[in-house]
């Protein structure tokens, strides 16, 4: 198969509806919900193709991280907890935060430790 050169590819894709664009950008960061994709140095390319338009992202560092969301919990649960686990507070706080402030978990958990 032949190969195509870019201004042939720009060409074909122009006869065909779809146009290409590159951007130049210095960082993509993509974020979701529990991390966040920090992208260096990126080749941004964009593909409009009916109405629609497509981001092709490649780069040369990639960076992950995610996000451990603290969860608040009342004074009032960890006293319940520790009540009926029969464990002081800061055990009773830490069986809390490790299930994401569900009380019956973290009674269950520091019952089945005893």
């Known amino acids: 198969m032949r190969r195509l050169s870019p201004r042939e590819a720009k060409r074909l894709l ?42 092709q992202i490649s780069g040369e560092k990639i960076t992950e991280k995610s996000f451990v969301k603290k969860v608040q919990i009342p004074e009032e649960d960890v006293i319940l907890v520790a009540q009926q686990a029969n464990v002081s507070l800061e055990k009773a706080r830490a069986a809390l935060e490790q299930t994401g402030g569900d009380l019956a978990q973290a009674i269950l958990l520091l019952s089945s430790q005893k």
């Open 14 to 55: 122009q006869r065909m509806g779809m146009s290409m664009k590159t951007i130049e950008a210095n960082e993509v960061i993509i974020k979701a919900k529990d991390m966040e994709i920090i992208i260096e140095n990126p080749e941004v390319t964009v593909l409009e193709i009916q109405g629609q338009k497509v981001f």
